[in-house]
């Protein structure tokens, strides 16, 4: 998934958290951070630990 190749962004609450959700939000972190976004992450970031980020926060918020 790639920001700029969307056409528009849509945003709503996540009701569930499952493998795929983890998996777009490491995607995501992947990709901004390789877009040179500084977000608290190094480029050098592996999809584990960016996936392990996500699973944190979300265990947090539920």
């Known amino acids: 998934m790639h920001i700029?190749?969307?056409e528009s962004i849509h945003i709503e609450e996540l009701?569930?958290?499952n493998n795929s959700i983890v998996?777009?939000?490491a995607a995501?972190?992947?990709d901004i951070?390789?877009?040179g976004a500084s977000?608290?992450?190094m480029q050098s970031i592996s999809k584990e630990k960016a996936s392990?980020?996500?699973r944190n926060v979300l265990a947090r918020v539920q």
């Open 39 to 41: 977000v608290g992450f």
């Open 4 to 6: 700029s190749a969307m």
């Open 28 to 30: 995501l972190t992947l």
């Open 23 to 25: 998996a777009d939000l």
């Open 52 to 54: 392990e980020f996500w």
């Open 15 to 17: 009701k569930e958290v």
């Open 33 to 35: 951070v390789q877009g």
